[in-house]
């Protein structure tokens, strides 16, 4: 499949969705053409898909909704929940040609995964069977907070036994008032074995484009 990349994170509200918007605002100031994807996108909001919407913002490509988030549940739970509550079965088949769609008029596809890595999205599959059916390298976000080594080591454990490349992770501050946090930094740095493409500190409504700056995309560029 052409350039891409699968953003994936150590949980729920971690800010997948933020690195995400930052990943296509920095390759969209390099010149290239830059398309969010989230297949499946789980709790609206006054009729929206908040991901969904901030993801298109930062991108500069103009696609159909249907190829941008094949999946729209309403329940803020579980994408297997919420689809079986739906009557929906989520089809990874359907999405991974969503996103060759994308990438025909795309240079670059970043693709948000849902929850965890290994979140179910049907009865027989997760989020990493849908990385593995994209083939895109990954992009771990981690948390910071209290209990992250744990959980970044283990997704990145997951990661590499899916088969798929890391390209890099985020340090995402999401408690602001984590004790040692640069020696948690230092500890994922030692032992995640990929690049850290960025350190982001804690804000309050963060501006995804203000913070493209801090990510360290030198050698993502396509081609």
Request: some cysteine; charged content about 15%.
């Amino acid at each position: 499949m052409a350039a891409g990349y699968f953003v994936t994170g150590t949980g729920t509200g971690v800010g997948k969705t933020l690195i995400g918007c930052a990943l296509l605002h920095a390759f969209g100031a390099r010149g290239m053409a830059a398309v969010g994807m989230k297949p499946v996108a789980a709790g609206c909001e006054n009729g929206k898909w908040m991901d969904v919407e901030w993801l298109v913002a930062a991108g500069n490509v103009f696609a159909p909704r249907a190829l941008v988030n094949p999946y729209a549940l309403i329940p803020p739970i579980a994408p297997h929940i919420a689809a079986k509550q739906s009557g929906i079965d989520i089809d990874i088949a359907l999405i991974r040609q969503a996103c060759l769609e994308l990438q025909k008029i795309a240079d670059v596809v970043i693709v948000e995964g849902a929850g965890g890595f290994l979140v179910p999205l049907n009865e027989h599959e997760e989020g990493a069977s849908l990385a593995q059916a994209l083939g895109l390298p990954v992009v771990l976000v981690v948390g910071m907070q209290l209990g992250c080594l744990n959980h970044a080591l283990l997704t990145a454990q997951a990661v590499r036994a899916a088969g798929l490349p890391l390209a890099g992770w985020v340090a995402n501050r999401i408690d602001p008032e984590m004790i040692a946090f640069d020696e948690n930094v230092l500890a994922l740095e030692r032992r995640l074995d990929c690049r850290l493409l960025g350190v982001l500190p804690f804000e309050q409504n963060a501006d995804a484009g203000k913070l493209s700056v801090r990510l360290d995309i030198e050698g993502m560029e396509p081609g």
